[in-house]
Structure formats: C-alpha cells, structure tokens
DNA sequence: TTGGCTATTTTGTGATCACAAATTAAGTCG
DNA sequence: CGACTTAATTTGTGATCACAAAATAGCCAA
C-alpha cells in the first residue's frame, strides 16, 4: 500500500518518558522537517503520495503538532499541495509546471553561483570534487536516492558560499518542488545516461571564471532537467 | 506600545457560540493569513515589531491554534522571522538583503510581466489605468497605506494573467519581505516624490510589446526601491 | 456481478492544557 | 539613586480532545 517510510530518522527517544516536554528548544519540529525534507530531495516521497498528520506523526515518534505546522512551512514553499478538502499530498508534476521551474532555476541559480564565486577557494574546490566523484559513482551503480542526496549537496555547497538570505531561500523552494518528480525520471529512465557539468564548474571556480562558472551551472541544469524531463511527463 | 493592531478584521463573529467548530473549511487560518498578509503588504507591521500568538489570536478573536500554522508558514516565505528563543518579530531590512530583493524581483518580476502578456487584453488595461489614477491621487494626498496597496494590485493585476504556479510564488513572498520596510521609507521620505513607470506598462500592454512591458516593470522596481531604498538603511 | 446505500474509519481543524524558557516587573540592598 | 536578585508574567511548544467532513469499507438488493 505504498508505505515510503520518511527514513530511518524516526529515532523513537526511548528515554523520554510521558508528559515530558521540551527536551529544548523546537526540537520535534527540527526533527520533522529535516526528515520531510530530506525525504522530498532525495525523492522517498513520490509525487501524488498522500501524506497524513497522524501517519507522519507516529512514524517520527512525535505528536501530530509538530508536523501540523512543518507541512504548513513546506506547503507554503509549494512543496507540498494542500488541497480543497484539508488532504495534503507531494505536488504532481505538470508540464507548465516543469517548464517554469526550468525558467526560474536558470534565473536564479547561475546568478548564485556567480555570488558565491569570490567566497569559494581551492578548499571547496576540493570537497566540490570530491563529491561528485562519489555522484559519479552512484550513476554508475544506479543508485538515484545517493544520487540525487549528492547532487543536492554539490549545487548548495556552492550556493551557500554566496551567503544569501533571498535567493537562497527560493532555489531551496525550487528544488524542494522537482526533486520528487525527478526521482520518478530516474526510476523509468535509469541515471546511466546522465551527464554533469560539475567538472566544468569546478574547473570555473579554480580558475575564478565568473562566466564560465555560470554557464557550468545553467548548462547543468538544462541537462539535466532538459534531456529527462520533457519526454517524461504526461501529455500537454 | 505600539499597538499596531492587525485592521479592522477583527469580525468578532459573534453569532457563534463557545465550543462551536468549523465554520468551514479552514476558515480561522484563512481570515488569520489574508489579515497578516494584509498588514505586512501595507505596513501595518513595521520591521522589528514582535508578533505574539496569544496577541494576534485574541485580536483577531480566534484560539491560537490557526495563528501557529499561519506564522509558520509565512515564516517559511521568510515574511516573518523566527529567532532562535521562538519570538517571533517582523524582519528588519539590511543594505544586503535590500541589495538581493532587488535583483531578485528584477530577475523575476519582468519575467513574469512577459509571461502574463498574451493573457492581457484591452479590458486589463483599463482596469490598471484606474488603479493608476487611485495611486496618483494616494500619492498626493500622502496615504502611504493605500498607495502600497494599490501599488501590490497593480503589479499582481498584471501578474496574475500570467497563470504562474512557481514565479508567481516567489515574487509574492519577495514583496512580503520589502513592504514592511518601504512603509517605514514612506513614513520618512513622504509619498511626494514617488514616480511610477505605470503608464508606460500600460501603453506597452496596449500595444501587445513584450520588451517594453519588461523594461517598464523594470524600471519601475529600480525608481522605486533604488530611488527611495538605499539611503535610508542603515549604515553598511 | 454490480450498483447504490449505509456504517465505520480516517483525517484535518480548532480549542484547551501543562510546562519550561524567557522576558518583564518588582523589590531589596548597597 | 542605581545595580542586582527574585518573583510574576508573558510566550512558544508539545500533547490531547472534540468535532465534522471526507474517504473507505461493508452490505444488500437488483
């Protein structure tokens, strides 16, 4: 009955005993909307999932409070859908939709990049590399979650270099939006034949190219949202 | 004590009795949410001022509990800001964020102007030729209040034919960030020197020309915040 | 078997309560 | 008169409850 577990973060606190309260701090929310989070970039929440106070609540070990006001704070981040009768669902993927995420990314983040630039050294550089060899490794071995877990984290370790309070609120929302979707990509079409511009850009940020950097990234994002996406969607 | 009280949304219902549920569906958060939006895109809600959930619950004469779920989901669009002790208070501006906001809408908001053009017909305009006028007309008699609410329904009357799901978003949770601020501008500066690009939109609408329109919604978004923005932040 | 009706369960919503942290007020001593 | 301590209040957080709308399951008749 399409159980996709939020994770294995649901971390039951067994010392706790009843009636206790505030172990400090909005812990139980930080603790929901890290795991719901987490599950919608690396896809463990397909598009259309129905998700349900009551259910998430008891998967996380807290009560339905916390994760009454998380699902407010992502469904405003239009990252999940609150329809007409209360129900709350993952976004179903729309090719308008799609065509205007892939028009805001390449607004936003190629502008970014271009803000993080002077912020990044040959240190991030290296990290940078780092990862995506291990992204080179999860398509070789098909892995999409680690995948896509990966490729979140090389875009952001540059975007938060840029220090940006407005825009990097609103790529965060961009991404929290096509992340389910695109896991549904990856699991017809397979990551095989997926290629990155993150060799580009990191080749960009060594050598301090500011143009080059953003072109990197726009021409990763086309690519990737480009080539799998448009075929993949329902019709019209 | 600076009571800047939310409006006269108050609507004490008073026909319902105690222990009564449901009006209908999600009635309470939704008259809290457009009362808070309302007060933000107007300046009613001046930046550092604290907004506390007994405060607002009882002023708009509702239980706390649909005031939590609004303030977090507008604390997700970073129109209300959170601090660490759970106070919850209007952000205040800082020449950095003014610096983002300001490219952000640039980048996006003469996206979105083209984007709702084909959609614009000549009753559209007539419609922004009339809120024009009202505008002119707060403008010279000083109502800050009205004209930012006319200002807002000038530009989301344009941006609304655009049937945008992803831009749309973005660009409102920027203008609930920026208003709150402007307010305070206008209470320095006065209203008396503010020049809009309005009727050049409107005369680019008219004659269906795309570049036109994206240059008037631009250069309307630089007089605005850059004539009247920069000078009177704080230092640095 | 299938269509429509009813009963059961699930689910979101609003309200209230208890508690602790933090703020503010009050009081006291120097 | 002012700085420090302490008491009272305010405020957010998490939990639980009652209720109604909605969805699902169950059932019976055609």
Chains 1, 2 share one sequence.
């Not at 405003?76 to 179903?92: D, H, K, S, T």
């Not at 370790?157 to 965060?172: C, G, H, Q, W």
């Amino acid at each position: 009955m399409n159980k996709t577990s939020v994770g294995n973060v649901q971390a039951p606190r067994p010392d706790e005993q009843e009636g206790a309260t505030s172990p400090n701090r909005g812990a139980a929310r930080a603790q929901v909307d890290a795991a719901v989070r987490s599950a919608l970039l690396t896809g463990r929440f397909i598009p259309g999932k129905a998700v349900t106070l009551r259910g998430l609540a008891q998967e996380l070990g807290v009560s339905p409070m916390p994760v009454r006001e998380v699902i407010q704070r992502l469904a405003a981040e239009n990252a999940l859908n609150v329809r007409q009768n209360g129900r709350v669902q993952v976004p179903e993927m729309s090719p308008s939709r799609f065509d205007e995420i892939l028009k805001a990314r390449l607004l936003l983040e190629p502008e970014l990049a271009e803000m993080a630039l002077p912020q990044l050294d040959h240190t991030d550089a290296k990290v940078l590399e780092e990862i995506d060899l291990e992204i080179d490794e999860s398509i070789s071995s098909g892995n999409a979650e680690s995948y896509m877990r990966l490729n979140h984290a090389f875009h952001f370790k540059i975007y938060a270099s840029s220090n940006s309070e407005i825009l990097m609120p609103l790529v965060e929302s961009l991404w929290l939006q096509f992340a389910p979707f695109m896991r549904t990509v990856y699991g017809r079409v397979g990551t095989a034949n997926l290629v990155d511009w993150h060799k580009e850009a990191i080749r960009a940020i060594r050598s301090d190219d500011p143009t080059a950097l953003s072109a990197a990234i726009a021409a990763d994002i086309r690519d990737g949202m480009g080539i799998l996406g448009r075929e993949s969607l329902p019709e019209s």
